[in-house]
């Protein structure tokens, strides 16, 4: 086999492969006999079919697929020992393969186009200056997380008299026009209405600072002026709605009321496990300790994408645009040529931080360790088990379940980038200057806007 490259320009060129008979017979001959060997035919025993009939019936398959592999192989080979970096996959020249031969042929011709990685430079120094935000933690943060757990925690009771947020049960029925209940009307018993979802501020407050057994005499339709909701309250399907009357009768049976938990032991004891806080005083120390946390992984997620950001913006580089368009539309699924140009900015982008991402690896011989998988998937296990509240699991149960997800390809492949990621970005820290400045919550998230 004979692979030499045909530079276009520094970012294009072509590989012409020719590939002779004894580059692929002897494999081609292989497959057949181990064909011969599991064919079941009608007429022969197992095994004993005529290498001929074998031949006559699989060889071209058999002889197209071994070309297509030897090529891919010694391609593959060829690029990895000239050290020639390509972007996507090699695409073959269509008009050439529409004109060969597979039965009369023995020798081959192929080409195939190749697009170029571009070389660079990485131009970033402590010229470049980025923000790392420190957020200052206020009253209403401490505030806002201990009423998230005060409400996570809560509980419904029973009340005497209704307010504007509680939820009430009891009987529902249709009214005709002197607002009497229809003998033959709709009738609901034991639904549940919520006071603060309705829509007429009239109505809304007609139903509060009730008691049980009371009745309260309302239309339907100005109440909920979606036909979802009257149908979710009258336990009927969607289409029926048109026919029901404007006015009901909702008779109370239970009054009940969200009632946020108290702060104190049972608390502590329910967010964070048996005695791990015990007054008033170390939960709010703890609290404290979850905003930083929380404040430091959003402000840290801004930094590395202000430097991200940084890198791809200053850094030169050009694409062999037109090639990769055309591999895009080839891989990638349903694509459209005019979906490929409107998301290609995009994909120009991520692409360039890719090859950013692999130089600085390479220069830094970054290596990424077992340790530091198994380490990782702990941390973003250990961070999804606190957002469900399961503080007190154990360093076993996170380890376990950590290796668990290592066992998915795709998983081990996320947590691998986002270590190569921030591996990298903590070097291109290093080269820039950084520097802290102070805002407020409300600051820091307008500069998301």
């Known amino acids: 086999m004979i692979i030499t490259k045909e530079n276009i320009d ?54 197209v697929e071994e070309i297509n592999k030897t090529i891919s192989e010694n391609i593959h080979k ?37 697009g170029l990685a571009p070389v660079f430079e990485l131009p970033l120094s402590k010229k470049n200056k980025v923000d790392q935000y420190e957020i200052v933690i206020d009253d209403k943060m401490k505030n806002d997380y201990i009423s998230n757990y005060t409400r996570r925690y809560g509980d419904f009771i029973n009340a005497e008299v209704s307010e504007e947020k509680d939820i009430l049960k009891g009987r529902l029925e249709s009214l005709d026009e002197k607002n009497e209940v229809r003998a033959e009307g709709t009738l609901v018993e034991d639904t549940s209405l919520a006071i603060d979802i309705i829509k007429d501020e009239e109505i809304k407050k007609s139903f509060t600072g009730k008691k049980i057994d009371e009745t309260i005499d309302f239309n339907i339709r100005k109440a909920y002026p979606d036909n979802n909701e009257i149908a979710g309250l009258l336990r009927i399907d969607k289409d029926q709605v048109e026919k029901i009357q404007d006015n009901f009768r909702f008779t109370i049976k239970e009054i009940s009321r969200f009632q946020p938990a108290e702060i104190g032991p049972d608390l502590f004891n329910k967010i964070y496990g048996e005695d791990v806080v015990k007054t008033e005083d170390d939960f709010n120390k703890k609290i404290e300790e979850e905003i930083r946390a929380s404040l430091s992984r959003e402000s840290n997620y801004k930094l590395m994408h202000d430097v991200k950001d940084l890198a791809i913006d200053k850094t030169e580089m050009k694409f062999p645009e037109e090639f990769l368009k055309k591999w895009l539309l080839k891989v990638t699924d349903k694509a459209t040529p005019e979906q490929i140009d409107k998301d290609f900015d995009s994909f120009r982008k991520d692409l360039k931080w890719q090859l950013i991402k692999n130089k600085v690896a390479k220069d830094n011989n970054i290596k990424i360790t077992e340790e530091e998988l198994q380490k990782e998937a702990e941390n973003i296990t250990r961070f999804q088990f606190s957002q469900y509240g399961l503080y007190y699991a154990t360093d076993e149960q996170i380890s376990n379940y950590a290796k668990e997800t290592l066992k998915r390809e795709d998983d081990a492949k996320r947590i691998a980038d986002k270590i190569l990621d921030n591996k990298v970005i903590e070097i291109l820290k290093e080269i820039v200057k950084i520097e802290v400045k102070s805002v407020t919550a409300e600051e820091f998230n307008k500069l998301f806007e």
């Open 10 to 63: 520094d970012l294009n060129a072509v590989l012409n492969i020719q590939i002779e008979k004894n580059d692929y017979e002897g494999k081609v001959e292989s497959v057949l006999k181990d064909y011969r060997k599991k064919a079941n035919i009608k007429g022969f025993r197992p095994g004993m079919v005529p290498i001929g009939l074998i031949r006559k019936m699989y060889g071209k398959a058999v002889k």
């Open 78 to 114: 060829y690029l990895y020992d000239e050290k020639i970096e390509i972007l996507g996959d090699p695409l073959p020249k269509t008009d050439e393969i529409d004109n060969i031969d597979f039965d009369a042929q023995d020798e081959f011709k192929f080409s195939f186009d190749l």
